[in-house]
């Protein structure tokens, strides 16, 4: 057979798995070709195909929560504009609250709401990463409604 109609789970006693595989961020496609220290290392336990231990999987799917988390956030308050809320926070906080115009009352009451929505993407994310089982869909937006 050709490499690319095998579908061995070992060659020359070296387990394979074909289909799609990410290493660093990078997707590739075809076979994953590791030693059993390599599997190991990887946090995988032994078998005829590498598989996750769970551990594994549970630190992917929180890191994937906190990402789609990350990714939210900044949909709502790019980082520019969190420095610019914070630098706003600090000035006004030194001038005292009485000492305020009503237009930087208004700014305040506009960066709270605004924080306000980033504190219920957080705790929407700490919220599935404590879920048992962590659903497969963690874009779904009703996890973060």
């Given at each position: 057979?050709?490499?690319?109609?095998?579908?061995?789970?070992?060659?020359?006693?070296?387990?394979?798995?074909?289909?799609?595989?990410?290493?660093?961020?990078?997707?590739?496609?075809?076979?994953?070709?590791?030693?059993?220290?390599?599997?190991?290392?990887?946090?995988?336990?032994?078998?005829?195909?590498?598989?996750?231990?769970?551990?594994?999987?549970?630190?992917?799917?929180?890191?994937?929560i906190k990402a789609e988390a990350a990714r939210r956030i900044l949909a709502i308050c790019p980082e520019w504009?969190?420095?610019?809320?914070?630098?706003?926070?600090?000035?006004?906080?030194?001038?005292?609250r009485s000492q305020w115009t009503a237009g930087e009352l208004d700014a305040w009451t506009a960066g709270a709401?605004?924080?306000?929505?980033?504190?219920?993407?957080?705790?929407?994310?700490?919220?599935?990463?404590?879920?048992?089982?962590?659903?497969?869909?963690?874009?779904?937006?009703?996890?973060?409604?």
């Amino acid at each position: 057979m050709s490499d690319e109609t095998e579908s061995a789970e070992t060659k020359a006693g070296v387990p394979q798995q074909s289909g799609h595989h990410a290493y660093d961020g990078v997707s590739y496609k075809g076979y994953f070709v590791a030693t059993q220290d390599q599997i190991a290392q990887l946090g995988y336990t032994s078998g005829e195909a590498p598989v996750p231990a769970p551990a594994v999987v549970l630190s992917q799917k929180c890191a994937a929560i906190k990402a789609e988390a990350a990714r939210r956030i900044l949909a709502i308050c790019p980082e520019w504009k969190q420095r610019n809320l914070t630098a706003q926070a600090a000035i006004l906080a030194e001038k005292g609250r009485s000492q305020w115009t009503a237009g930087e009352l208004d700014a305040w009451t506009a960066g709270a709401a605004l924080w306000a929505q980033v504190a219920a993407i957080r705790a929407a994310s700490d919220t599935l990463e404590a879920t048992d089982p962590i659903p497969d869909d963690i874009t779904d937006d009703t996890h973060w409604a």
